[in-house]
């Protein structure tokens, strides 16, 4: 696979940057007269780790129109084992309260990432393409809040599917463009089985304000939020480290 071109590498204004894929951050606007929504509350709590994550690691060279190929592609094949974990917790407790309420949308990602990876490098991907030492502790932390009742998923289905919904449509359009990817190595953020985007990520923002709301501690929601942002920080910062510094295997896949 070829890296980027001349005309691939040209730099974006800042003005073209979007929202990063890892979160939305559409602002809630808050009634200051009561408490802010789970929602809301994630919002805030997040802020400066969005803001950071935007200029720091492969996720930042990616909005700029600077990442090669293998970055992206290193990118998505250690995100696949959080989305694995995250819809596996979201299965298991598909039927509990709160969790139900999300479920029901069916916002899979799994299946369209092991996709994306095959069209973009082969079938043998899994064995081609390594796993990182940050992309396995995103995925365990990921696991491990799908314990108990599963209410800190929450947090990671705000910090990924909203995202995907948001930023995540326009970093669609930038990967076209930049590194030329096709229509069907980028399926990662098509929602085919939905008509209106901005209709399904209102609706999901409501429900998990909806969910939250049946969690124990809401608060606890909140602080997962941004162990979620913070790990995606370090898995964006790790991919890009591994493409500069250089493996024999990313390199391959260039």
């Known amino acids: 696979m070829t890296g980027l071109g001349a005309q691939g590498r040209r730099r974006l204004t800042r003005r073209s940057l979007p929202s990063t894929p890892i979160a ?13 929504s789970v929602v809301t509350a994630l919002y805030l709590r997040t802020k400066a780790l969005h803001a950071e994550a935007e200029r720091t690691g492969i996720i930042r060279s990616l909005l700029w129109g600077e990442a090669s190929r293998a970055g992206y592609i290193l990118l998505l094949r250690n995100l696949l084992p959080a989305y694995r974990a995250m819809e596996h917790g979201l299965e298991r407790h598909r039927e509990s309260p709160g969790i139900a309420l999300l479920s029901r949308y069916r916002l899979e990602r799994t299946l369209a990432i092991e996709s994306d990876l095959a069209a973009l490098c082969g079938e043998r991907w899994s064995e081609e393409i390594p796993l990182l030492a940050a992309g396995e502790i995103y995925a365990k932390r990921v696991a491990h809040a799908a314990d108990g009742d599963g209410m800190r998923l929450i947090a990671h289905t705000y910090t990924r599917y909203l995202g995907d919904l948001s930023g995540g449509q326009i970093l669609q359009r930038l990967l076209a463009r930049s ?8 399926t990662f953020y098509d929602f085919p089985h939905f008509s209106d985007l901005d209709v399904l990520k209102a609706d999901y923002r409501k429900a998990l304000d909806e969910a939250a709301e049946l969690a124990p501690d809401p608060q ?35």
């Open 24 to 36: 939305d951050a559409t602002v809630a606007t808050a009634d200051v007269s009561s408490p802010p």
């Open 179 to 186: 590194l030329e990817l096709l229509p069907s190595e980028l």
């Open 220 to 254: 606890s929601v909140v602080e997962e939020g941004a162990i979620a942002f913070s790990m995606n920080i370090d898995l964006s910062c790790a991919v890009e480290a591994a493409v500069l510094h250089g493996s024999a295997t990313v390199a391959a896949v260039e």
